[in-house]
Every structure is written in C-alpha cells, then in structure tokens.
C-alpha cells in the first residue's frame, strides 16, 4: 500500500514537499513515480526515479521540483519549488515492477493528495 502525504494550500512560488510511503512492500529494487491530475486534464506524469537514483521529469516542472528516494525508509519524496498555480492538481504517487524509470505502466498506487496554489 502506498499513502502520499504533504499536499495543501500554497501561494505561487512557494514550496511544497511531498512524500510516499509503502507499507506492506518494499519498493527500493522499483521505479517510482510521481503522477498528477488537475480538474479536467488528463492525470500527467511529473517524475519518476529509477531504483538506482537516476530521474525522469516532465518539461514543465524541470528546474523547479526534484524527486528523490530513501531506500531505507522506503520512502520517495517530490520537493516542489517556485511554484505556479497551473501546478494546482491532486498528485498521485506510484511504483511499477520494473526497476527502470518510465513515464508509463506503473502497477501500484496510492491515494491522491492535494496541491493547490494560489495567485
């Protein structure tokens, strides 16, 4: 099971961090990822991190969020910086058997957690 926690209410170029974490499983030998979805929008990937630490961003978050993995806590974090409110979405975060980084196929999910920010 995968909980993501850390979202909320944020003014434009503020900072967020938000965190995953798995109970249940470890996921240090996967990928995983950090998806987001806002009102109306198809759900987008935002970063995904292989199990040996190297990433894949979206354009539009590059230079302002950085995804990052604690193996030993088995733990995936995406720190948000600068940022903007079309960033406003619920995020999602995922992992996929496959060790990795993709912006598709993942297989487990956890419940969403809210960022909005405001203008």
């Known amino acids: 099971q995968l909980q993501a926690y850390g979202g909320g209410l944020v003014q434009a170029g503020g900072s967020l961090r938000l965190s995953c974490a798995a109970s249940?499983?470890?996921?240090?030998?996967?990928?995983a990822g950090w998806f987001r979805q806002a009102p109306g929008k198809q759900r987008e990937l935002v970063a995904s991190?292989?199990?040996?630490?190297?990433?894949i961003y979206a354009e539009s978050v590059k230079g302002r969020f950085t995804i990052s993995r604690d193996n030993a806590k088995n733990t995936v974090d995406l720190q948000m910086n600068s940022l903007k409110p079309e960033d406003t979405a619920v995020y999602y975060c995922?992992?996929?058997?496959?060790?990795?980084?993709?912006?598709?196929?993942?297989?487990?999910w956890g419940q969403g957690t809210l960022v909005t920010v405001s203008s």
């Open positions: 995922a992992t996929r058997k496959y060790a990795y980084a993709s912006r598709s196929q993942y297989d487990y």
């Open positions: 249940g499983r470890t996921f240090s030998s996967n990928a």
């Open positions: 991190i292989s199990s040996g630490g190297s990433t």
